[in-house]
């Protein structure tokens, strides 16, 4: 029994032995593995992969690609973690950063080593600024634009600040005039207030993103002295063009009515009739030489106690400034007329910016007669106290509430007309007899 066990033992012995060296002497294979080409290459992903040929001297427990931005990289660097066995595989990077070179190899870990494929480069999109266009540009009014843009593409980098710039001088930057429209790619809407009449300016759309701004297409606006007005009617059903000049609204002809708003009628004189009455109240009305044909062009002409309708309104005291006009117009006050020619490049200019062009009415040579306000001033003449008509085609004068002061004249009985001439390019606010016979403009409340 002894000898039995001595040989058993000497047996177990052996076999651990032998054992021992064997484990001694297996080899540590590591996975074969290649790499593939990076694609869909953009500013923070990419698809890469690889190839697993043989697992090595063992199985292979996981597998992917890892990258860095300097050479050789490693697991202990950005990796993926993807199942991989024998065959192809493809994986995702993600949060890669944008303008960066990278150094990227697949790689395989079975339980003994980790076998690394064949390196390879790539470089992620570069940041670019944003792609946008320019929304047509709206005329609102004479000083304001509604205009924006689209931002179609941001190029890789978040757009911080969107919407639109102008100057005067052309190719407008954001350290010009411009507005802030908000964040992001799509369409946005601006509006730019403020601008001058007459003066061409040029605008575009922006967006601003890492890399720096985008602009969309230029466009160019010329904004009008004037924009259409909704028109007018007064109570005889006399139909009148209007106009908007700056922040006035005018009647862009001449007051026709024969009746004040309340319907009560105007006096109509006849030149005997308007000689006898009183400067300081008497009210007439008249067509230029008696002549009815006269109306439609060139309106009536009133005395300004006619106009004013017995009130003696004031800049500072407004209450009976309707005169003869429809209901919601008045007659202009005398710094009303001056805030005209201030809008019009002043009173050296005004009354070429508002005499109608041509010599259809006014008699040549109708000096500097452009009409860019569209106010399309006529030349209705005037009459005198004893009703005499004169001056049609060399006059256009017009009535304002304000009395005035000045030489050959009572001053209880002037006030403040509006004038420019065939001749000039001027206009002038003097003082007339309350007793001639003037033409009416009609301002909008």
């Known amino acids: 029994m002894n000898k039995r066990f001595k040989i058993s033992e000497v047996i177990i012995i052996l076999l651990f032995f032998i054992a021992m060296y064997s484990c001694k002497n297996e080899k540590t294979v590591p996975p074969v593995i290649t790499t593939n080409e990076v694609t869909e290459i953009s500013y923070t992903t990419a698809v890469a992969g690889g190839n697993l040929n043989d697992e090595g001297s063992s199985p292979v427990i996981f597998g992917g690609v890892c990258w860095d931005t300097i050479s050789e990289p490693r697991i202990e660097n950005n990796k993926t973690i993807d199942s ?24 395989a870990v079975n339980s003994k080593t980790t076998g690394y494929g064949e390196q390879i480069t790539f470089e992620t999109k570069h940041i670019s600024v944003p792609i946008l266009t320019t929304t047509q540009i709206t005329t609102v009014n004479y000083s304001m634009i509604s205009t924006g843009g689209n931002v179609k593409n941001e190029n890789g980098g978040t757009v911080t600040s969107r919407g639109v710039c102008w100057n005067t001088s052309g190719s407008p930057t954001v350290l010009d005039n411009s507005t802030n429209d908000g964040i992001g790619t799509g369409m946005f809407a601006s509006t730019i207030s403020g601008l001058s009449s007459n003066t061409v300016y040029f605008i575009r759309s922006y967006a601003t993103n890492s890399s720096g701004t985008g602009y969309g297409d230029e466009q160019s606006v010329n904004l009008p002295l004037n924009l259409p007005g909704n028109g007018i009617t007064d109570i005889d059903g006399n139909v009148y063009k209007t106009v908007k000049i700056g922040s006035q609204e005018w009647m862009a002809e001449n007051l026709k009515t024969t009746h004040y708003a309340d319907g009560s009628p105007i006096p109509f004189l006849t030149d005997q009739e308007w000689s006898l009455i009183s400067l300081e109240s008497g009210k007439a009305i008249k067509w230029y030489n008696n002549d009815i044909s006269n109306k439609e062009v060139f309106g009536a002409l009133y ?76 030349p209705g003449g005037f009459c005198w106290m004893g009703g005499l008509s004169e001056s049609m085609g060399l006059l256009g004068e017009w009535w304002s509430t304000s009395r005035g002061i000045g030489a050959g004249l009572p001053d209880r009985t002037g006030s ?20 001639h016979g003037k033409s009416v403009r009609c301002l909008k409340d």
């Open 84 to 107: 991989v066995g024998i065959g192809p595989f493809i994986t995702r990077l993600t949060m890669l950063v944008p303008n960066t070179v990278y150094f990227l190899r697949a790689y």
């Open 303 to 378: 005395t300004w106690p006619a106009a004013v309708n017995g009130s003696i309104p004031s800049d500072n005291n407004p209450s009976g400034k309707q005169g003869a006009c429809p209901t919601g117009w008045h007659i202009p006050s005398n710094s009303e007329w001056a805030q005209l020619e201030t809008y019009l490049g002043g009173s050296t200019l005004t009354g070429g910016n508002i005499k109608e062009i041509g010599t259809a009415h006014w008699i040549t040579p109708n000096t500097g007669a452009s009409d860019i306000s569209g106010f399309t001033a006529l």
């Open 416 to 435: 403040i007309i509006f004038t420019t001439s065939y001749l000039i390019t001027n206009t002038y606010r003097i003082k007339a007899s309350n007793g």
